[in-house]
């Protein structure tokens, strides 16, 4: 298979490797928040 | 990646999706030209066995650095575009010589990558359809499929659909 000449180069992530982002922790639970 | 660093490859996330064809060896896939590379299920990673001469003899092209490299021919290939439906493959865009043990279908790639016009050859690779031409044996089609984790179509709007996607 022929793909041409002229190639530029990447580096693919797959979906899957995406950086996870870590959401900022919220204020502290007060205690009727916590469930029975 | 900026346009002032030519050295690093540009970033992209999401694999590619590409057409490409396979010859058919019992119920596996191998490449087209080198039918000696077996496709592994699932992902497959390719390798370069590509050599230079040199004073002290016969070496490896580019020694202890994963395919696809420039100015090699390594990698797992990819065409961009799909192609008419009319019975036969293309052999010109494909370089097909032979139908018989042909089977045309859609790849999903990543990783280290080179793009040109018409496609592109990368590190990793796995099928993600076969096209059940009429000429093949179903039932060996749908086995190959199996073996892969692949689907199997039957028509052109479904490859194309497919090829479309996102892997």
């Known amino acids: 298979m022929r793909i041409g000449e002229d190639q530029q180069e990447f580096e693919i992530l797959p979906e899957e490797d995406q950086p996870v982002v870590v959401p900022e922790p919220g204020p502290p639970r007060q205690p009727e928040d916590t469930p029975a | ?167």
Do not use: M
């Open chain 2, 1 to 167: 990646v900026s346009d002032a660093d030519p050295v690093l490859p540009e970033l992209v996330v999401g694999a590619w999706r590409g057409y490409r064809v396979w010859r058919i060896k019992g119920d596996r896939l191998t490449g087209w030209w080198h039918t000696g590379y077996v496709w592994a299920p699932g992902s497959s990673e390719a390798s370069c066995d590509a050599r230079r001469w040199n004073l002290r003899g016969r070496h490896a092209r580019h020694p202890g650095l994963p395919a696809p490299q420039r100015d090699c021919a390594c990698g797992l290939y990819a065409l961009e575009e799909p192609w008419d439906f009319a019975g036969y493959l293309p052999s010109r865009h494909f370089g097909v010589s032979s139908e018989a043990n042909a089977i045309i279908g859609v790849v999903a790639g990543w990783g280290r990558a080179f793009r040109g016009e018409f496609g592109w050859r990368t590190q990793f690779a796995r099928p993600v359809a076969l096209y059940r031409a009429a000429h093949l044996d179903g039932e060996q089609v749908d086995r190959i499929a199996h073996r892969y984790g692949c689907q199997v179509v039957e028509g052109r709007s479904e490859l194309l659909g497919l090829a479309d996607q996102h892997a």
